[in-house]
Structures are given as structure tokens and as C-alpha cells.
């Protein structure tokens, strides 16, 4: 077994940073799992970012945030976009699953 990243040995030892890291990105769940902040903020950037964002919150532990995030962006994709499919879906695009 390998030598765990710094963040878990952080979050593990109840650190400062990892509980700092934690209400960070509980803070950008809020934001970005609010239909209407998604819904305006996910049309503007493209599907890689849109990705990255749902993979954050969904490897925070934010799945239901990285669920409506995705949706909000997907829903002005065309068929062309990744994420422009007809019947999309969004948890299992994320989980893969």
C-alpha cells in the first residue's frame, strides 16, 4: 500500500485545512447545486468545465449538487454537446453507474 495523499492524512488528523477544505466545498455544493444559480452559471461554460465541476462536488461527497449542476447545464446543450443527448442523465453520466 502506497503512502496516502497529504489531504487524507489531513482530514484524518481533524487538521485545520481538511476541515477548512471540507466547508469550502460544502459552501460550492450550495452554490452550484441551487437550480437557479446552476441554471444561470451553467450556460456560460463549457462541457469539460461543466465536467470538472460535477466531479468535484461528486467526490465531495456532493452527488445531489453535481446532479443539478450537470442538468442545468445540459439543458441548453444541443446534440452536438456532450452532454446534448436526448434522455441525458445526469447521475449516471457522473457515477457511471
Known amino acids: 500500500m502506497g503512502v496516502e ?10 487538521r485545520d485545512e481538511g476541515r477548512d477544505l471540507e466547508e469550502a466545498l460544502d459552501h460550492l455544493a450550495r452554490v452550484f447545486g441551487r437550480p437557479a444559480s446552476a441554471g444561470r452559471l451553467g450556460t456560460h461554460v463549457t462541457c469539460y468545465e461543466a465536467n470538472v465541476i460535477a466531479y468535484v462536488l461528486a467526490a465531495s461527497r456532493h452527488l ?15 446534440e452536438e454537446d456532450l452532454h ?3 434522455g441525458f442523465d445526469a447521475a449516471r453520466y457522473i457515477t457511471g453507474r
Open 5 to 14: 495523499p497529504a489531504l487524507i492524512r489531513m482530514l484524518r488528523a481533524g
Open 64 to 78: 445531489d449538487a453535481a446532479v443539478v449542476w450537470l442538468d442545468e447545464h445540459a439543458a441548453t446543450d444541443t
Open 84 to 86: 446534448g443527448r436526448p
